[in-house]
Structures are given as C-alpha cells and as structure tokens.
C-alpha cells in the first residue's frame, strides 16, 4: 500500500447508491436504455444461444413425429468494470447530511461520466479493460444512400434483422442525426394541378 493511500468510510451507504447514481444512469445511458440490464453479483455469466431450432415438419395424423434437436450453444460474459472516485471536503459530507442535494451535485457529475464512458465502449469495437463494444460483432450494413429522405432505410434494417429471427427494439444514432430525423417530413405536401 501507497504511504499516500488512505482509507475512510464513504459518506454514501450501498443503498443510497441506488436513487444516486444507478437509476439516473439508466435513463442517461443510451446503451443501458437499449439494452437488457442483467444485474449479478457472479464474477461470469453463461447465456445459452440457439444455433439452430428443433426441425417442424407436417405429418400424417397418427405418424411419428421424427425427434430433432436444437443446436445449443453459449456465450460466456464476464462483467467489467467503470468507476470514479471524488474527493470531498468535509462541509459537503455535512451538507449531504443534512441536505441531500450536496450529494446529488457530485452524484449528477458522476451520472454523466459513467453515461459518457458506457456509451463509449457500447459503440465501438475494443475498450482497454472495457467490454467489446457493438462494432466487434458481426452486423450487415444498411445503405442510406446520402442523406435521409425517408423512412426507408429503417424499414430495410427491420427487414434484414427480422430475416434472422431477431426484432428491432430500438434505434440509436448521433445527435444530430435524431435532430434531422425528427425535421423529416412524413408525407411531402402534394399541388394540383387544374387545367380548363
């Protein structure tokens, strides 16, 4: 141990971490809203995967029915970590005593980092002792073509995902690019045109 370290009681007991920090985090992170959170105290968890389904097939009434297998298989997770930690003065631990909002400045601040650091590593390939991000799996690209005109090209990644078995819960794109979309006229106005 560091002759600098020291160790003190923190001014937060685990169930205060709860209002704080985890369930703000859930509404700032777009990963965490997009995903299904699975909370655990395991050091890994297996999640069984179906390769391939149990065969159906159309029989005679009163034929066997041929047994089949499904494929299984599964993908082993081990949870990673994100923290911080904040040094604080003595008169915020007795403000956040007496009035919960001291603490919910610094817990605020830490909301938005962990949100910053989780949607970081959802979104690209590897993090440095961070989870494998989306853009380490596999995915096939859907081609907008330049900039959005329509609705189309959502409606081509519903495709490709249904084709695979799956269902498209939710879409994430950049701030600008929601601001855009949001601007995106459904139906373009339409002139008539009278001859006599």
Do not use: C, H, Y
């Amino acid at each position: 141990m560091a002759i600098t370290t020291f160790t003190s009681p923190g001014i937060l007991a685990p169930e205060e971490l709860g209002p704080l920090i985890i369930q703000p985090l859930r509404l700032r992170s777009v990963a965490l809203r997009v995903s299904t959170v699975i909370e655990t105290m395991r050091p890994s968890l297996r999640f069984p995967i179906v390769d391939t389904d149990a065969a159906a097939a159309w029989v005679a009434e009163g034929s066997d029915i041929t047994e089949t297998d499904p494929t299984l298989g599964e993908t082993v997770v081990t949870p990673t970590k994100v923290a911080a930690i904040v040094k604080v003065s003595n008169e915020l631990i007795a403000d956040s005593a007496e009035n919960a909002q001291a603490a919910g400045v610094v817990g605020d601040g830490l909301v938005r980092q962990f949100a910053r650091a989780i949607d970081k590593a959802f979104f690209t390939n590897t993090t440095t002792l961070g989870p494998n991000g989306l853009e380490s799996i596999s995915f096939q690209t859907v081609t907008v073509g330049g900039v959005f005109v329509d609705f189309d090209p959502f409606a081509d990644a519903i495709n490709l995902v249904e084709r695979v078995g799956s269902v498209v819960t939710s879409f994430a794109a950049s701030f600008s690019t929601v601001n855009f979309l949001a601007k995106l006229k459904r139906f373009q106005p339409t002139t008539d045109v009278v001859s006599n």
